[in-house]
């Protein structure tokens, strides 16, 4: 092996060595009991009752498919969203349902909707209520 190719070697290795060590082991969540609070124009889905456990937050405008959990596990929410968002659940097909949310409109133990819960949107999206 090449003296220069050796060096690269063990600069690659060196810096894959240092990288892997600054590399966090776990992705930062709410450790459960704990709540993250809804902030200004949010709205937040947690994947247990009374705001604990994982949470997701959404803010306007557009949809989004829910995350950290809470697709079809939201068992509680809050919402600070200046207005009307709707909760959107997809059934077989392309049939959907929407749960209009409104501003300082929460629920401590959704369970109606808690496994229906698929994504949030800005819109009825087309869905029929449910």
């Known amino acids: 092996m090449h003296r220069s190719t050796a060096l690269l070697t063990t600069a690659l290795v060196g810096v894959a060595a240092a990288l892997t060590l600054a590399?966090?082991?776990?992705?930062a969540t709410a450790p459960a009991g704990s709540a993250r609070a809804a902030g200004p124009g949010q709205v937040c889905f947690w994947t247990e009752a009374g705001q604990h456990g994982q949470a997701w937050c959404y803010a306007p405008p557009g949809y989004a498919e829910a995350e950290n959990g809470t697709q079809r596990h939201a068992y509680s929410f809050d919402s600070r969203v200046d207005g009307t968002v709707y909760a959107i659940s997809y059934g077989p097909g392309n049939s959907c349902l929407y749960r209009e949310i409104r501003k300082d409109d929460y629920d401590e133990n959704w369970e109606a909707w808690a496994t229906k819960f698929d994504g949030v949107s800005d819109?009825?999206?087309?869905?029929?209520?449910?």
């Open 123 to 130: 819109n009825k999206m087309g869905c029929e209520a449910g």
């Open 23 to 27: 590399a966090p082991t776990a992705v």
